[in-house]
T-cell receptor, first 113, second 112 residues
């Protein structure tokens, strides 16, 4: 079946612009995670959804970052007033239920100039 | 929260050599443990997992054993291939829903 998909794959934004990154999880997967991966580093947790409920947003680096999953399937990560330090690959992962293995999408590479 | 220490890379080996990538972690309780792999130009893929002490995860010739007493989950392969060249991440799962904490990754390059 289809895996996790993310769009766009690449995004270049000028500093100060707002961006929206989309994640389509595997159909029927209850849990959805967002991670941020800086160049040469491991992914770092941003936020977690169980269905449409955002149960953990402790990893969001600032109030410029906002995520939603209104119908419990597709999720959007929005970054307002982008800064250069936001440049990274943003990964989305879904799992069948909590505590099951996570399947990752290809990521969106964000470059802020 | 959890933390992970992975063997520093890069690791360069000849084909058919033995591979070990060390991983130790700190965590509350006994988390499930994972190894993920990132091939060049591709996304993260689950390589193997272990969910309780003394479990051995295995896949594609790779193995790792959950060692509770040493809080370690070292990755091994008896004979690496050029196609194993990738970045490897160790990750314990924490919280009540399985949030992953990743190590910094180990770059493996295998030469023919």
């Amino acid at each position: 079946g289809a895996g996790v998909s993310q769009s766009p794959r690449y995004k270049v934004a000028k500093r100060g612009q707002d961006v929206a990154l989309r994640c389509d999880p595997i159909s029927g997967h209850v849990s959805l995670f967002w991670y941020q991966q800086a160049l040469g580093q491991g992914p770092e947790f941003l936020t977690y959804f169980q269905n449409e409920a955002q149960l953990d947003k402790s990893g969001l680096p600032s109030d410029r970052f906002f995520a939603e999953r209104p119908e419990g399937s597709v999720s959007t990560l929005k970054i307002q007033r982008t800064q250069q330090e936001d440049s990274a690959v943003y990964l989305c992962a879904s799992s069948r239920e909590k505590n099951y293995e996570q399947y990752f999408g290809p990521g969106t590479r964000l470059t802020v100039t | 929260g959890n933390s992970v220490t992975q063997m520093e890379g890069p690791v360069t080996l000849s084909e058919e050599a033995f591979l070990t990538i060390n991983c130790t972690y700190t965590a509350t309780g006994y988390p499930s443990l994972f190894w993920y792999v990132q091939y060049p130009g591709e996304g993260l893929q689950l390589l193997l997992k272990a969910t309780k002490a003394d479990d051995k995860g295995s896949n594609k010739g790779f193995e790792a054993t959950y060692r509770k007493e040493t809080t370690s989950f070292h990755l091994e392969k008896g004979s690496v291939q050029v196609s194993d060249s990738a970045v490897y991440f160790c990750a314990p799962a924490g919280t009540s829903y399985g949030k992953l904490t990743f190590g910094q990754g180990t770059i493996l390059t295998v030469h023919p």
